[in-house]
């Protein structure tokens, strides 16, 4: 007896990111049906399962059962049909012939085995992970196990030919439902990230790419994407790049911040119009080792050195004040935090690896070269990690991407944000490379990314690729920031892996995405600033805003609430709401769900009306927030399997915002499911949970 599975929610509490459905598996014990019964019904009963399984003809059907039932060593469990059916099937064939009968007089024994069902479908699906049989994974459903996996409970089996007969003799343990997780991701901003990430690796053949989406105060994840190519315009969620070993790489030029503020922290005196001479012609040996910048830069100040992200000036600098005692710069990489993990909240986080004097592999060399950033190895989130750092006043706090872990509406665990190190440098040296990273924007390598509506900081990386031993003319891509630079409320990272046309670098090929993403997330802010007064009730009810549901779940909320309520049967497993003359009492109606017909779904939440639908074998697409308001199926018509329903939804009270397209998605067009292509699954969609771990309505339940 397998326990229900958690569900995984997105930051808004509401949207559904992982569930399971129940299916189940037909099975028959011809020895506790009565002979006569048997003879009578036994041609409608193999009828019927011809009809519904088609693989086999009514007379196959009816020699198996026959046989089961008069065989001379009696059998207790006879397989029906491999096929997994689902509680709307289930439902049917509970009142055919025999069966109808039950478990004790007509033998029908109905297995259940859940499915992990994605509502939007391959939305962060490397961040949502998977767990198999042998309880190896990844992503949260991985880490998260054991609080979603629930306690499974115990029943006695007896062992008979075909499978394992269950024996329902009162001594049953109950399972222990597993617990919810609300993680930080905003499915809207990790719709955004997606897509952005999606458009840059098409249009540059990039070999893979990853998003990073951090709330500068708290270190709450909002979106992380990770997309690799797996065939020519295909990119799959295979790999965690932000996080795990695969994205550690050498990170280039964006560790040029650490480089500069171990400079500026090292010497106080120094100043951003300082100057440091660059040479005539691009090229300068240094610390032993020549260094070159795309173009001569001559004398520039320090601040230029960084917006025109020259490797000349940074090593000169790095060289000037500790190459007489390296260790003092590798001591202040380590004071930022830049060695150690993070201690991130998902399994899998990437060992950092910097270099000190004492390693074996250091060299005269290394200094100069380190400071660049190469001979040493970061995963994107660590160096995100540092730059929120600098946009949060040099607080530097742990990233996090699960907020809670929840039994139904309470709250059994709640994370904070954690500080790994209260001020990572001096206020004066924030306030030099403050200004230097939004030089890069406003004057420097990333000025194609400026905006006139708010202020960006960051810098811009281009990492030469090292295999084979050797460095190719191969480059991995970076921009990270943080925005808006005045007041920072989102700090970003890109990276984009080895593109092989359109930009090479990364002013060319990361820095869109992130502006593409930075738009987005400030236009969805101004919204959300807007007033609310004209949306907002002009007054209170006692009776609750519901539309339809279960009725036994309906009923319990309306008798916790003392509202009354009246009309329908208990035969009526779904209902719709009505108010009484005195709007102190709700009349229930019965809402027609019938086998081989679209169900009407409309006043559904979105949990609900996957169930009813998914369960058909239609496939949903749905748009905006709330309860279903308009359905693109008429109710009523006869199911075709596969078709596509468009679901729009709308708050109680409220307007929806996103419009419903004309028609289904056209054959060929990419899912979120199968690719990364143009997505056919709206990123407001929310799924409701309001189901308290009842598989009659779609509630989880464990593998």
């Not at 129940?22 to 011809?30: M, S």
């Not at 699960?402 to 039994?407: A, L, M, R, S, T």
């Not at 925005?483 to 080895?498: E, G, L, R």
Request: hydrophobic letters at 35%; glycine letters at 10%; one cysteine or more.
């Amino acid at each position: 007896m397998f326990a229900t599975r958690g569900n995984i929610f997105a930051s808004d509490g509401r949207s559904i990111m992982a569930t399971s459905l129940p299916f189940y598996r037909v099975a028959w014990d011809p020895s506790v049906v009565d002979s006569h019964l048997f003879d009578r019904k036994v041609d409608s009963l193999a009828h019927l399962l011809s009809n519904f399984f088609q693989d086999r003809t009514p007379g196959e059907y009816r020699r198996r059962l026959v046989n089961a039932k008069k065989s001379k060593t009696p059998v207790r469990y006879l397989r029906l049909n491999s096929r997994q059916i689902n509680f709307q099937e289930k439902k049917e064939l509970a009142q055919w012939p025999i069966f109808r009968e039950g478990k004790n007089k007509g033998g029908v024994i109905f297995e259940k085995v859940d499915k992990r069902f994605r509502p939007f479908g391959g939305l962060a699906q490397r961040t949502i992970g998977f767990i198999n049989e042998d309880k190896n994974g990844a992503g949260l459903e991985f880490t998260f196990n054991r609080h979603l996996a629930g306690k499974d409970g115990e029943a006695l089996f007896e062992r008979v030919p075909g499978g394992n007969k269950p024996i329902y003799d009162g001594t049953e343990v109950k399972p222990q439902p597993g617990y919810d997780i609300k993680t930080t991701l905003d499915i809207n901003l990790q719709d955004v990230a997606e897509n952005a990430l999606y458009k840059s690796l098409v249009d540059n053949d990039a070999q893979y790419g990853c998003v990073i989406l951090m709330e500068v105060k708290t270190g709450e994840i909002k979106a992380v994407a990770n997309l690799g190519k797996v065939a020519d315009g295909v990119y799959r969620e295979d790999y965690n790049y932000a996080i795990a070993d695969q994205g550690r790489t050498e990170p280039g030029s964006t560790f040029k911040l650490a480089s500069l503020m171990a400079v500026f922290e090292e010497n106080h005196d120094l100043d951003l119009t300082d100057t440091v001479n660059t040479g005539n012609t691009g090229s300068m040996r240094i610390g032993g080792a020549v260094k070159t910048d795309t173009h001569a830069n001559g004398r520039i100040s320090i601040k230029q050195v960084f917006e025109k992200s020259s490797n000349i000036g940074v090593a000169v600098l790095v060289d000037r004040q500790f190459s007489r005692n390296p260790d003092r710069y590798t001591d202040y990489l380590k004071r930022f935090g830049l060695d150690k993990p993070l201690g991130f909240q998902m399994a899998g986080e990437a060992r950092p690896y910097i270099k000190d004097p004492q390693d074996r592999s250091w060299s005269r060399t290394s200094l100069t070269t380190m400071c660049i950033g190469y001979e040493l190895k970061l995963a994107p989130l660590q160096t995100l990690a540092f730059y929120n750092a600098v946009a949060n006043n040099g607080v530097k706090v742990q990233p996090m991407i699960v907020k809670e872990i929840k039994q139904a509406d309470n709250v059994l665990e709640h994370f904070e944000p954690q500080v790994l190190n209260p001020k990572i440098c001096s206020d004066e040296t924030l306030e030099k490379v403050r200004s230097m990273m939004e030089g890069v924007v406003s004057e420097g390598t990333a000025r194609g990314i400026r905006s006139n509506d708010y202020l960006i900081a960051g810098k811009t990386g281009t990492a030469w690729k090292f295999k084979n031993g050797a460095y190719t003319k191969m480059y991995s891509t970076s921009f990270c920031g943080y925005f808006p630079a005045d007041q920072p409320k989102y700090s970003c990272i890109v990276v984009v892996d080895s593109p092989k046309r359109g930009g090479w670098s990364g002013a060319e090929v990361a820095a869109p995405v992130f502006k593409e993403v930075a738009d987005k997330a400030m236009a969805r802010d101004a919204a959300s600033l807007r007033p609310l007064l004209a949306r907002a009730p002009k007054a209170r009810s006692r009776v609750p805003q519901v539309q339809a549901g279960m009725q036994d779940e309906l009923s319990l909320v309306f008798t916790q609430l003392g509202v009354g309520h009246e009309g329908a049967t208990e035969g009526d497993d779904w209902v719709r709401t009505a108010s009484g003359a005195e709007a102190e009492k709700l009349s229930l109606k019965p809402l027609a769900v019938r086998p081989g017909r679209v169900p009407n779904v409309q006043g559904l939440t979105l949990r609900d009306a996957l169930f009813l639908l998914e369960n058909r074998g239609l496939r949903v697409r749905s748009f905006g927030t709330g309860r279903v308001k308009t359905q693109s199926v008429a109710a009523g018509s006869a199911v075709r399997r596969g078709a596509t329903v468009l679901l729009q939804l709308e708050p109680i009270g409220g307007r929806a915002t996103t419009p419903v397209p004309a028609a289904p998605p056209t054959p060929g067009m990419a899912t979120m499911a199968d690719s990364h292509g143009p997505r056919t699954t709206s990123a407001s969609a929310t799924a409701t949970a309001s189901h308290g771990g009842k598989t009659q309505s779609g509630a989880m339940t464990k593998h």
